[in-house]
């Protein structure tokens, strides 16, 4: 099993920034991807952005240039830089790990961005 807890989520204006992290424990050894997906209200949940136990990332094309998603593989903590943050980008946002066999989420954090 793997534990999974975000945290970092909140309110911003237009144009600000926030940092959201992925605190991991358990069999995080098993992980072989670390993603972070969003659901905003009366839409599917999406990928937002991927990085791979390899070190590799992946992107959504809405939020390429703008978010970054690193790791911190000392203290099992993956994190979403977002920066130049859009109303759009509103939505509860999800820490997703993959393993060959199981998928675990965490519990999800709220972003709002508003005026």
């Known amino acids: 099993q793997v534990q999974l807890v975000e945290s970092g989520g909140g309110l911003v204006q237009p144009g600000g920034s926030l940092r959201l992290s992925c605190a991991a424990s358990?069999?995080?050894?098993?992980?072989?991807?670390m993603g972070w997906y969003r659901q905003a209200p009366g839409k599917e949940r999406e990928l937002v952005a991927g990085?791979?136990?390899?070190?590799?990332?992946d992107y959504a094309d809405s939020v390429k240039g703008r978010f970054t998603i690193s790791r911190d593989i000392a203290n099992n903590t993956v994190y979403l830089q977002m920066n130049s943050l859009k109303p759009e980008d509103t939505a509860v946002y999800y820490c997703n790990g993959r393993s060959v066999r199981y998928n675990y989420w965490g519990q999800g954090t709220q972003v709002t961005v508003s005026s």
């Open positions: 358990g069999s995080i050894l098993s992980i072989n991807v």
């Open positions: 990085i791979t136990s390899g070190g590799s990332t």
